[in-house]
C-alpha cells in the first residue's frame, strides 16, 4: 500500500521557505540595495534594529555636502557595519561549507557504502574498517590540528569536514544496499547477465540515492553548526570575510550593552540549522 | 572471544594509527621546532645545536620510536611558550575537563530520564509533544550558542549567577559547583535530547512488552510500573549513548571551556593553537583522542557485556 503523502506548513513549508529565502539572498547578494558588508561607521556603533542612518553620499557632485538616509534593518555591530549585509555575506561560508562538504561525504561514502554493501567480503571488512578509523577521531580536534596545520581557510576547511562526514553516509549507503541486495529485481538484473558495474548503477544507485540525500540534509545542518563553531573561535575563514560564527563571537563582547548583535546572528544560525533538521526530518519519515 | 580479538585489534590499530597522526603532525610541520624554540635571534650554529640536541636530524623512523618511547614515559617536550614540560601542564588541567562532562552528563540525565518517563507513559499525549518538540529544537541550538544565552539570561539579565571565573574543589565545594554550573548546564541542555529519546522510544517499547501486562494486572500503579518495571530494561541503550557521548562531549567542552574561561584540556588545546605552541597541542590531541579511544572501546565491550546478541553478531560476520 501506498502511504499517502502530505506536506505539512509547519514542518515542511516554512522551513523549505526559510532555506530558499537564505539561499537566494546568499546568491543575489551583489545585487540586493545593502551598504557593503566591510564599510566602517563609528558614528553609529551598536545601532539597534530598525535605526534610520544619515551617510554622506559619496556619490554626490557639486559642492552640496549630500546626505542620504536608510534604515538598518538588523542594527550594526561594534564597528558600526551593517549587521543585514553581513549576515546575508556571511551566509555564503555557511552555505558553501554546509552544501560542499557533505556532497563530498555524500560521494565518496555513498560509493563506498554500495561497494561494501554489494560485494560484501574482503571489500567490506577494508572499508567498515577505514571508516572505524575516521570515526575513532574525536571530529572538532581532529579538524582544530588539519586547520592549524594546513591554515584555517574554506579550502583546506571544506575538504576535512567532507572527509569527516564519510563515515555517516557510508553507513546510510551500506544498509541500504544490504537490503536492497536481496531483492527480486536485482536478482533478475543479474539473471539477464548485467554485469555488476550495471546493476549497481542502474538498479542500486537511483534507491539509495533518496535516503543517502534526505540524510544529507542533517549532515548539512551539524556541518553548518561546525562552521559556526569554528568560526566562532576564529579558526574558519580569515577575519576581515564576516561569517556568522564570527559575529556571534563579536557580539559577545558587547552582550549587555548591545546583546542584538550577538542574538542576531544566534537567531539566524539556529532558524537554519531548525529548517534542515526540521526539513530532513519530515522526508526522512515519508521516504522511509 | 571473537568479538573481544576483534575489538582489540581495532583499538591497537587506531591507537597506533593515532599516535602516528599526532606524530606527523609536529615533524612535518613546515620549518622545524628548533628554529622556534631557538628563538628569533639565534645563530645558525645555535639552530644546528638545537635541532641534534632534539634529536631532529635523525631518520623518521627513527625519531618516530623515540617519540613514542618518550610519550609511553610521559615525556612529551617542553611548552614553546610557558617552557614548562607538556606532561605537567596537561595533568594539572585533565581534571578539570573530567569534572565538566561529570557534571553536564549528570544534569543531562537528571533532565532526560523524568522528561522520558512522563512521556513514555502517555506516548502522543500534550505532554509528550511539548517535550519532544522542545527537545528537537534545543538539538539546532549549538552549545556555544546555548552557552552565550544563558550568560545573556542568568547573569546579565536575571543577575542570579555572578559570572566569575573557576573555583577549584579545593575552594570549597559550593563554590566549584557554583562556577561549573552554567559551564555544565550548556552542555547538558543540548546534550539531554539524545538521552531523552533514547530512553523514551525504549520505555515505549517495554511498556508494551507481556511482564508489563503483568505487572498492571496485579495491581501496580503506573508510577510503580515505570520505577520498578520498565526503566531498569529499558536503560541499556541509554548507558551505552552516555558512554559514547562522553567521547563526543569533548568537542562542546572545548568550546565551552573558552567561554567561561575554564582551565580545562580543551581551552589548553585553543591556546595552544592561538599561539602555535606545537608540542602542547600534539600532547592534547594525543590525550583527549586516547581518552575517546579508550572511552569508546570501554563503551563497546560494556555493552557487548550486557547485551549477548552483539557478541554473536560480530561472530558470524
Not at chain 2, 11 to 23: D, M, N, R
Not at chain 2, 145 to 157: D, G, N, S
Request: a neutral charge; charged letters at 10%.
Amino acid at each position: 500500500m501506498k502511504q499517502v503523502k502530505t506536506f505539512p506548513l509547519l514542518t515542511f513549508w516554512i522551513p523549505l521557505i526559510w532555506l530558499l529565502l537564505v539561499i537566494f539572498c546568499a546568491i543575489t547578494a551583489g545585487w540586493m540595495p545593502i551598504p557593503p558588508p566591510d564599510i566602517m561607521d563609528y558614528e553609529h556603533q551598536n545601532a539597534l534594529p530598525g535605526t534610520v542612518i544619515t551617510f554622506l553620499d559619496q556619490n554626490a557632485t557639486g559642492s552640496m555636502l549630500n546626505y542620504k538616509s536608510r534604515v538598518s534593518w538588523l542594527g550594526t555591530d561594534p564597528m558600526g557595519r551593517d549587521m543585514l549585509s553581513r549576515i546575508i555575506i556571511g551566509s555564503r561560508v555557511s552555505l558553501a561549507v554546509g552544501v560542499i562538504a557533505p556532497l563530498v561525504g555524500l560521494v565518496i561514502g555513498g560509493s563506498l557504502g554500495m561497494i561494501a554493501g554489494y560485494y560484501r567480503g574482503f571489500a567490506e571488512t577494508v572499508i567498515t574498517g577505514l571508516m572505524d578509523v575516521i570515526l575513532a577521531f574525536p571530529s572538532l580536534v581532529l579538524l582544530l590540528a588539519v586547520g592549524f596545520y594546513l591554515g584555517t581557510n574554506l579550502w583546506t576547511l571544506i575538504p576535512s569536514l567532507g572527509v569527516l562526514t564519510v563515515p555517516a553516509f557510508c553507513r546510510v549507503s551500506r544498509a541500504a544496499t544490504l537490503q536492497l541486495s536481496n531483492r527480486e529485481f536485482v536478482t533478475a538484473a543479474k539473471m539477464i547477465g548485467n554485469s555488476n558495474t550495471a546493476i549497481l548503477a542502474r538498479e542500486i544507485l537511483p534507491n539509495v540515492a533518496v535516503p543517502l540525500c534526505v540524510y544529507g540534509l542533517i549532515i548539512m545542518a551539524l556541518m553548518i553548526v561546525v562552521e559556526g563553531v569554528l568560526s566562532f573561535l576564529g579558526l574558519s575563514v580569515p577575519p576581515p570575510t564576516p561569517s556568522w560564527g564570527g559575529m556571534i563571537a563579536a557580539g559577545r563582547e558587547v552582550l549587555s550593552e548591545a546583546p542584538h548583535v550577538c542574538l542576531v546572528p544566534a537567531t539566524i544560525l539556529f532558524l537554519t540549522v531548525l529548517s534542515l533538521n526540521v526539513l530532513g526530518d519530515t522526508l526522512r519519515r515519508q521516504t522511509s | 572471544m571473537k568479538f573481544l580479538k576483534h575489538k582489540l585489534l581495532q583499538f591497537f590499530l587506531t591507537i597506533l594509527f593515532v599516535s602516528a597522526i599526532t606524530f606527523a603532525m609536529v615533524d612535518l610541520l613546515p620549518g622545524d621546532a628548533a628554529i622556534v624554540f631557538a628563538g628569533p635571534e639565534a645563530s645558525v650554529e645555535t639552530v644546528v645545536a638545537i635541532r641534534h640536541e632534539m634529536g631532529l636530524d635523525a631518520p623518521v623512523i627513527v625519531r618516530y620510536f623515540c617519540w613514542i618511547k618518550g610519550a609511553a614515559r610521559g615525556d612529551f617536550g617542553f611548552s614553546l611558550i610557558t617552557r614548562e614540560p607538556v606532561w605537567d601542564t596537561l595533568v594539572e588541567r585533565l581534571p578539570v575537563t573530567l569534572e565538566l562532562l561529570l557534571f553536564a552528563q549528570m544534569m543531562a540525565l537528571t533532565l532526560a530520564i523524568p522528561a522520558a518517563m512522563i512521556c513514555a507513559s502517555r506516548p502522543g499525549g500534550t505532554i509528550d509533544r511539548i517535550l519532544t518538540t522542545v527537545g528537537f529544537a534545543s538539538l539546532s541550538i549549538p552549545s556555544f550558542v546555548m552557552a552565550i544565552l544563558l550568560v545573556f539570561f542568568f547573569v546579565l539579565q536575571l543577575q542570579w549567577l555572578p559570572a566569575t571565573s573557576f573555583e577549584p574543589l579545593s575552594n570549597g565545594l559550593a563554590a566549584n559547583i557554583r562556577s561549573l554550573l552554567l559551564p555544565g548546564l550548556s552542555i547538558a541542555l543540548v546534550e539531554w535530547v539524545i538521552l531523552f529519546q533514547v530512553l523514551r522510544s525504549d520505555l515505549i517499547t517495554t511498556l508494551g512488552e507481556d511482564f508489563i501486562l503483568m505487572a498492571r494486572s496485579k495491581g501496580l500503579s503506573s508510577t510503580q510500573v515505570l520505577f520498578r518495571h520498565a526503566l531498569r530494561p529499558s536503560s541499556l541503550n541509554l548507558l551505552t549513548v552516555v558512554g559514547l557521548q562522553m567521547g563526543n562531549l569533548i568537542g562542546g567542552a572545548l568550546v565551552v571551556e573558552t567561554i567561561f574561561a575554564l582551565p580545562g584540556i580543551g581551552r589548553l588545546l585553543l591556546t595552544a593553537i592561538y599561539t602555535r605552541d606545537i608540542f602542547m597541542i600534539q600532547g592534547c590531541v594525543l590525550w583527549i583522542t586516547l581518552g575517546y579511544v579508550v572511552v569508546n572501546l570501554f563503551v563497546d565491550l560494556l555493552y557487548a557485556a550486557l547485551d549477548p546478541r552483539i557478541r554473536v553478531e560480530v561472530s558470524i560476520e
